[in-house]
């Protein structure tokens, strides 16, 4: 007559097969080293846009230095009375300039 453990060990399977067990235990390895590697990918675009939003607040504030020189120039030039009207235009180009510059730190403090 069989003991207990000797009929519920004949009642399970002969062959196992214990590679497809594995392959599932390295597609959860694989899982987590692509979650780790997307949370690192995550906060190194955070630093880059913590980066450029330091780089963006210096050009706008060098394009409104320029500009308030600039301005400065055009009217030390009109009471002299030097024909200004070419660097009019190189003033307002920076004046654009600094406002695009004042957008995208705008837009990167959203994120």
């Excluded at 020189?69 to 009471?79: I, R, T």
């Amino acid at each position: 007559m069989k003991s207990n453990i000797d009929k519920v060990y004949s009642k399970l399977p002969k062959k196992h097969n214990f590679r497809k067990h594995k392959v599932d235990l390295s597609i959860m390895d694989d899982y987590f080293n692509w979650k780790e590697r997307a949370a690192n990918m995550k906060n190194d675009g955070f630093d880059l846009l913590e980066e450029a939003e330091k780089a963006f607040t210096v050009a706008v504030s060098f394009y409104e230095t320029a500009q308030s020189v600039a301005e400065d120039g055009l009217e030390a030039a009109k009471d002299l009375g030097i024909d200004i009207m070419p660097y009019e235009n190189k003033v307002n180009e920076a004046k654009e300039n600094a406002e695009k510059f004042s957008k995208y730190t705008n837009l990167i403090d959203r994120y």
